[in-house]
């Protein structure tokens, strides 16, 4: 065998005794002196011994006094340790557990932060890239724990942000409709594309995929030479949204790809600052999240992308409502 390869299974075997190292935990340490460990961890930012701390925690004494902040503990570890299946299987666990546990809405909150970020690597964090392409799938179970949280609690401490990343995956949501018509488009599938634009504009109002859609129904409609459709979806185009740019001078241009909004290196680093945000603490810890977490979750707040709004509840819908989809009154 030659130098180099002995070189390259000493170091796979270098590899794989360190990543089977795991930290050996006392047996003599009580309790509290487990939760103290796993506090001062947790103030290291080493949230992998803290795992491994706050496991030996539950499973050793699980009636105790710490077992419930252990637990609530450890879905913090998880998130925070980029293990965002692992930190929702553990707020699954505990909201079975203790369904009416005082601070159960923290594990509806973190189960949706880690499906906001589930499907986000380094380069989606870091980048600029176009999560709009991406698939929908995480983006719609955050949607849904939150709505959960929303619903359960609505006058929780983490309902006004769940309220705005919502607002922000609606739109995430219907920017991918609208590409999935675009693609349509693309493959003379008309019929589809008039339908995925009629989609948007129904059940995305108050985004702004909205005018996108309105743009797929006029192009999928003419090509169908079903032109009063087509006629009135660029009356609606034309009144809401006369700047679109499938609209020159008036005219309507057919286009293939979906307008974005212009967004510079500054306002995608939000959105990513947005994606990384880290869960506030528990309401009654008296840890270090109380100390460090909240000061970072107010300056993720202030950080929130520009499209992010809070949008107020629609009274009942008038006659121009329903025959405009909504978009006037």
């Given at each position: ?309 809070v949008h107020g509840e629609e009274g009942r819908r008038s006659f121009w409502n329903r025959i405009t989809f909504g978009l006037i009154d």
């Amino acid at each position: 065998m030659s130098l180099k390869h002995l070189l390259l299974v000493g170091l796979l075997a270098f590899v794989a005794a360190c990543s089977s190292n795991k930290p050996v935990i006392d047996e003599s340490l009580s309790e509290s002196e487990l939760y103290r460990k796993a506090q001062t961890d947790l103030d290291a930012n080493n949230y992998g011994p803290a795992i491994e701390t706050l496991r030996a925690l539950e499973s050793r004494y699980p009636f105790g006094r710490y077992a419930d902040q252990a637990q609530l503990e450890l879905i913090y570890a998880y998130y925070q340790n980029l293990e965002p299946e692992a930190a929702t299987a553990s707020a699954d666990r505990f909201i079975r557990l203790h369904p009416q546990h005082p601070n159960v809405d923290y594990a509806y909150y973190v189960r949706g932060l880690a499906s906001f970020t589930r499907d986000q690597g380094i380069f989606e964090r870091f980048l600029p890239l176009d999560m709009t392409r991406r698939d929908p799938g995480a983006a719609r179970d955050s949607f849904n724990d939150f709505a959960q949280l929303i619903n359960r609690y609505p006058n929780s401490q983490y309902a006004p942000d769940a309220r705005l990343r919502m607002v922000y995956l609606r739109n995430l949501l219907a920017d991918y409709d609208a590409h999935v018509g675009h693609y349509y488009l693309k493959r003379g599938a008309y019929l589809a594309a008039a339908n995925r634009g009629r989609y948007i504009v129904e059940n995305y109002q108050q985004t702004p995929a909205v005018g996108n859609g309105l743009a797929l129904m006029v192009a999928g409609y003419d090509r169908l030479a079903m032109h009063d459709l087509a006629d009135s979806a660029l009356e609606t185009l034309k009144l809401n949204y006369p700047d679109h740019p499938a609209l020159v001078k008036g005219e309507f241009k057919h286009h293939v790809e979906p307008s974005q909004p212009e967004m510079n290196w500054m306002e995608s680093m939000s959105v990513s600052a947005l994606d990384a945000v880290t869960a506030p603490p528990p309401r009654t810890a008296q840890t270090q999240m109380e100390r460090q977490m909240d000061r970072e979750y107010q300056d993720a707040v202030a950080a929130l992308p520009r499209e992010v709004r809070v949008h107020g509840e629609e009274g009942r819908r008038s006659f121009w409502n329903r025959i405009t989809f909504g978009l006037i009154d």
